[in-house]
């Protein structure tokens, strides 16, 4: 017997606003950060679809081992894999699994095991529910639940949202989502809503990439982004790009009278061990990617929802830029800006509870 869906399926999408609202027409839900899974099982097949509909089983055994063991025979859900790591989620952990050596995987399946977190069921036997409003899919989920399924916490009250979007993020979730109850399931369509994070941070410009649809040196790709580390250390933090393409040009010029072949914090003897830098080789870029030294002299003021990558960190996505600031000096942008927030148990989460770790 077939699934009542089809295969592969790309999953609802979610819009950003900037706040949550007094409805009482949305199911929200905490917005977990790790990757975004369709789980299709099919009597002894079972499948992990990624957001750009690959299969993900490779990468994650033990997850299979443990739906396998707790799914019914037919079902199709919605849901996220995450990686939890003293109690916090960790997405660093969670993209290291996507490695070519299957010796590896199998070790970090064990070191640092994935989870799937269920937030639709989009199937169940023979019946399709992507026509189902989300209260009734909601239903049937924790229906599932009940055989040991791991079931996302949600509510229909805005106050206990913002309460999960404050609390939660001390375990390392992204915010919160929110849901139309009478809407069904729409595949690939931005017909849920994010409310995420967001906050700025005083960076040093310390480097430019050029636009690559240009001729070196007449338009800004991104600027490079530094701070200081307790010791004074600069650290390469992350990007601020998306410009228009006048903008681009403008800046090309502007920025014209910092380029320097001189000393640089990123270049030669001034490296010191452990110290992030710009355009080296990773797993997801086999070459040194180029970029243009500045003289770390100007300061702009970027926003960014979260970062990475223990200590030092570096922001997670291309920051938005949203002022230059004349008034900072370059030895004033360091790490302490960042905004930690309190810790919060993960496994807490799990279960919508509130409390806080001491």
């Known amino acids: 017997m077939p699934l009542p869906v089809p295969r592969p399926l790309k999953p609802m999408l979610a819009r950003a606003a900037s706040r949550i609202p007094d409805s009482a027409s ?3 839900e905490p917005k977990w950060d790790g990757f975004r899974c369709i789980v299709f099982r099919d009597g002894d097949e079972l499948t992990l679809q990624s957001r750009s509909l690959k299969p993900l089983n490779r990468y994650f055994p033990e997850v299979v081992a443990e739906l396998a063991r707790t799914l019914p025979p037919q079902v199709v859900l919605d849901g996220e894999l995450v990686v939890g790591v003293e109690g916090r ?3 660093d952990a969670l993209t290291e699994r996507i490695h070519p050596a299957a010796s590896r995987i199998a070790l970090l399946s064990e070191a640092t095991p994935a989870r799937f977190v ?3 069921v989009l199937a169940i036997g023979e019946r399709s529910l992507l026509d189902e409003p989300t209260s009734t899919r909601r239903d049937a989920l924790t229906g599932l639940a009940e055989s040991g399924l791991r079931r996302t916490p949600a509510t229909t009250d805005p106050e206990t949202a913002r309460h999960w979007f404050a609390l939660f993020e001390g375990a390392g979730l992204d915010g919160v989502v929110g849901k139309p109850l009478e809407e069904p399931y729409q595949p690939g369509k931005r017909a849920m809503t994010k409310y ?3 906050r700025t941070a005083d960076c040093v410009v310390a480097g430019l990439r050029w636009h690559a649809d240009t001729e070196p040196g007449e338009a ?3 600027l490079l982004l530094g701070l200081h580390d307790e010791d004074g250390v600069l650290h390469h933090v992350g990007v601020v790009g998306a410009f228009p393409a006048t903008r681009r040009r403008e800046l090309a010029a502007e920025l014209a009278p910092l380029r320097t072949d001189g000393p640089h914090p990123w270049l030669g003897e001034a490296v010191v061990e452990g110290q992030r830098l710009p355009g080296g080789v990773n797993r997801w870029r086999p070459n040194e990617q180029p970029w243009i030294p500045l003289r770390p002299e100007r300061v702009v003021e970027v926003g960014y929802e979260n970062t990475e990558g223990g200590h030092p960190s570096r922001l997670r996505h291309t920051a938005r ?9 370059p030895g004033s942008c360091d790490y302490a800006q960042l905004d930690q927030p309190a810790r919060y148990d993960l496994d807490a989460v799990f279960h919508g509870e509130v409390k806080r770790t001491r």
């Open 26 to 28: 949305l199911l929200f």
């Open 89 to 91: 989620l960790d997405f």
């Open 118 to 120: 269920a937030f639709d």
């Open 196 to 198: 995420k994070h967001s």
């Open 220 to 222: 800004v790709g991104s």
């Open 321 to 329: 830029f949203v002022r230059w600031r004349p008034d900072r000096t």
